[in-house]
């Protein structure tokens, strides 16, 4: 089946650096990727959704200067997260939509997530 | 844009039959997903309605009513490893958006 592999799947940093996160997808192309942000014991919230070759659409209150979305293949999206502060720890996760459009089979599949601590 | 409501918490006894159920309201509407999510690892797919109707997998059984904004997912013969959140989706315009989850503990 379809993988999207995220990477790195944990990272600590110091507060005012920046973390970069990739999300592939391994045997799709994607021409459309998500990336959700989880804060412990809610749920998925969309920051923004990225487009191959263009620019990403973030969602309402979600800093487009602070969250950097790369999508610039077909297979890889990279969201970094900029002067990251301890505000921002938070369960990142990335989602991928098969090119070939939606039907009963289309389903989106998901990276592993990575767990952001920032000290 | 979209809301999503679910129940924040259920409990069912192993052995048993349970039904989460989600409305939304949305524009536009391309499908309705359900997810498993264990705590500390990423969403997993249980299913995705597009129609009308029930679908059934296994265990695991999804409902849609697309006039009445309604879903539910039912879930047979629980067991223990069911114990998880249970994450409403729905695909609306241009992207997917995420209820808050079902909470469901499954006990002896």
């Known amino acids: 089946g379809a993988v999207v592999s995220q990477h790195p799947s944990w990272v600590i940093c110091k507060s005012g650096t920046s973390v970069k996160i990739e999300c592939r997808s391994l045997?799709?192309?994607?021409?459309?990727m998500f990336w959700y942000r989880q804060f412990p014991k809610q749920s998925l919230m969309l920051m923004a959704t990225?487009?191959?070759?263009?620019?990403?659409?973030?969602e309402q209150g979600v800093e487009k200067d602070k969250f950097l979305i790369n999508h610039a293949s077909l297979t890889l999206s990279t969201l970094t997260v900029t002067s990251a502060h301890p505000e921002d720890s938070s369960f990142y996760i990335c989602s991928a939509r098969r090119v070939k459009g939606w039907g009963t089979n289309e389903k989106l599949f998901f990276g592993s997530g990575t767990q952001l601590s920032v000290l | 844009g979209q809301n999503i409501d679910q129940p924040t918490e259920m409990t069912a006894t192993e052995g048993a039959i349970v039904q989460i159920n989600c409305t939304y309201q949305t524009s536009g509407f391309n499908g309705l997903f359900w997810y498993q999510q264990h705590a500390g690892e990423a969403p997993t797919f249980l299913s995705y309605n597009v129609l009308d109707g029930l679908e059934e997998k296994g265990r695991f059984s999804s409902f849609l009513s697309r006039s009445k904004g309604y879903s539910y997912l039912l879930l047979k013969e629980l067991q223990m490893k069911d114990s998880a959140s249970y994450l409403c989706a729905v695909w609306g315009y241009q992207k997917v958006t995420f209820g808050i989850g079902t909470k469901l503990q499954v006990i002896p």
């Open positions: 990225s487009n191959e070759g263009s620019k990403a659409t973030y």
């Open positions: 045997d799709f192309q994607a021409t459309t």
